[in-house]
Structure formats: C-alpha cells, structure tokens
C-alpha cells in the first residue's frame, strides 16, 4: 500500500522567508508524486507534480520540488513566501485502486501561515 | 477552457435522508474521481468512473454509489446519511493523456453537512 507523511501540520514563516514543507512517501513501485494547495472554501490547484522526468520539479508561484529515492521524500521549497502563499497545502501520491483505475493518495496536510 | 464545476456548493440534510452531488468534468477529461475530505484532514478517494463504468473504489460502504454520464459529467449518491458523512466532497477530471500519471484537476467542491 501507498501511504504520505507531511511532517509538520503547521508552518509559520516571515514573508520573505524560505519555506520548507516535508512529504516523505511510502511506495512498493515507483510513484507518481504530487503538491496541491487548497486555499480557504475552494478546492484543490495542482502546483506540481513528479512523473519521473527529472528530479528536480518546478511548479507555478515559484515553488519546487526534489524528489529523492533515497530518502523516500519529496520536500516542496519556495525561496521567499509571500503573503498570498498561507494557505494548506497536501502532498499526494499515486495508487493503483483495487484492480483498475488510479486513486490520489493524500497526507493530512500542513497549514502555511506567512506573517509581515 | 471550462474546468471542474460542481453543484449544489452547499447543502444541509438529516440523517438518514439521501444525497445526489453532481459534477461536470474539464472539457475533453473522460475520467472523474470523487474525493472525501473531512474538516483538518486530507481528501480520501470514494471512486473513479471511466467510461460510464465504475474503475476503482476506495474504502466507502455501499451507500456511496455513483454514475458517469456519456458527456462524462458524474453523480455522487450517497444513502441512508451519517453525521459523519458531514465534509467537502471534491470531483476530479483526468484527460486521456494524463490518466497514466494520474495528473487530476479538482472542482470547488460541495459542503455536505448532515444535522
């Protein structure tokens, strides 16, 4: 079974500051791998994904992602935050469900909260 | 290009009563996942329809059933209501091109409450 951690359900940075949000996964096969964020009364944006095409994933809003086999993570970075980045943001995997079809497998998610 | 929509955006039911969520897929998109999403948690996956057919089921009893509609548009039914069916029910397209990495594009979802 495939399963994510997001290590730290909230994170608190200074607008300008590096954020660093945690997802380490657990996969059997080689994953798919993803970073959505939800903002308040909406539903889920994609904001990047790894399919295995390089490591290292740029996605929109000046986020990134690294994926590391070895360390079965796949940390999303954005190197100064903006007010508008507080938001909750999950990490999700990819899955087989049951005998056919594909399921996202989500973490619990972190709350990003950016103060002045 | 008109992405995910979903109807109602709200609605209030009792226990026991029944419930039809409705969603309209991404133009072009033949694949639509329904997602639970209880209040602090993550999204958990009900079920995935392709082509009018039920293709992947998560851990959700019986009286969560679905359909998908040649047009691809998909209904979420789900019977004999529990409080804890209370949470943002989210739909998911995917387009042909993208089912084999899974990439899926989320509506605004419906808040169910069940009093």
């Known amino acids: 079974a495939q399963s994510v951690t997001q290590l730290g359900s909230h994170v608190s940075v200074s607008e300008g500051a590096l954020v660093l949000l945690r997802c380490n996964y657990s996969?059997?096969?080689?994953?798919?791998l993803f970073w959505y964020v939800q903002y308040p009364n909406q539903g889920l944006q994609l904001l990047l994904k790894y399919t295995s095409a390089a490591t290292l994933v740029k996605g929109i809003n000046g986020f990134e992602a690294e994926f590391k086999k070895s360390e079965t993570s796949f940390h999303l970075t954005k190197p100064s935050a903006h007010m508008r980045d507080a938001a909750e943001y999950f990490c999700a995997v990819s899955s087989m469900a049951n005998q056919a079809g594909t399921a996202l497998i989500f973490g619990k998610g972190t709350t990003l909260s950016v103060s002045s | 290009e008109t992405g995910v929509t979903q109807s109602p955006t709200h609605l209030i039911k009792t226990r026991g009563q029944q419930v039809t969520l409705r969603c309209s897929s991404q133009?072009?998109?033949?694949?639509v996942s329904w997602y639970q999403q209880a209040l602090g948690q993550g999204p958990q996956f009900i079920f995935q329809y392709y082509r009018e057919e039920e293709n992947g089921r998560g851990n959700f009893p019986p009286r969560f059933s679905g359909l998908q509609f040649p047009n691809y548009s998909s209904e979420l039914n789900v019977n004999a209501l529990e409080l804890d069916d209370s949470a943002l029910y989210l739909c998911?397209?995917?387009?042909?091109?993208?089912?084999?990495?899974?990439?899926?594009?989320f509506g605004p979802g419906t808040r169910l409450t069940v009093l």
């Open positions: 133009s072009g998109h033949n694949t």
């Open positions: 998911a397209s995917t387009s042909a091109r993208d089912r084999a990495s899974n990439e899926q594009f």
């Open positions: 996969s059997s096969v080689p994953p798919y």
